[in-house]
């Protein structure tokens, strides 16, 4: 079993950066975040294997923000720059088993609890 924490969320000003990051216990290799906006479903974010050299980035995202690894610390993180406010939306973690990168949310078994992000104009 893989239990996911967030953490990281907050308050901050379009064009502004924050980082989150997913703590997992349990072996893991793809790592993906999500985000679900207010009246929105669920959209993939960006997803990396586990050796960090193959990233997958949502076309909304690419540029700004950028997914990574510390496997040593069982750590991954979404650095997220130039935030606009429809990047407002809580964001979830979440591992799979997968060797490789998968966008698709039913991939992924194991869910952290979200944490919410909110870009202010």
């Known amino acids: 079993q893989v239990q996911l924490v967030e953490s990281g969320g907050g308050l901050v000003q379009a064009g502004g950066s924050l980082r989150l990051t997913c703590a997992a216990s349990?072996?893991?290799?793809?790592m993906g975040w999500f985000r679900q906006a207010p009246g929105k479903e669920r959209e993939f974010v960006a997803a990396?294997?586990?050796?960090?050299?193959?990233?997958r980035y949502a076309d909304s995202v690419k540029g700004r923000f950028t997914i990574s690894r510390d496997n040593a610390k069982n750590t991954v993180y979404l650095q997220m720059n130039s935030l606009k406010p429809d990047d407002t939306a809580v964001y979830y973690c979440?591992?799979?088993?997968?060797?490789?990168?998968?966008?698709?949310?039913?991939?992924?078994?194991?869910w952290g609890q979200g944490t919410q992000v909110t870009v202010s104009s």
């Open positions: 990396l294997n586990y050796g960090g050299g193959d990233t």
């Open positions: 979440a591992a799979s088993h997968s060797l490789t990168p998968l966008y698709g949310g039913l991939d992924y078994p194991y």
């Open positions: 349990g072996r893991t290799f793809t």
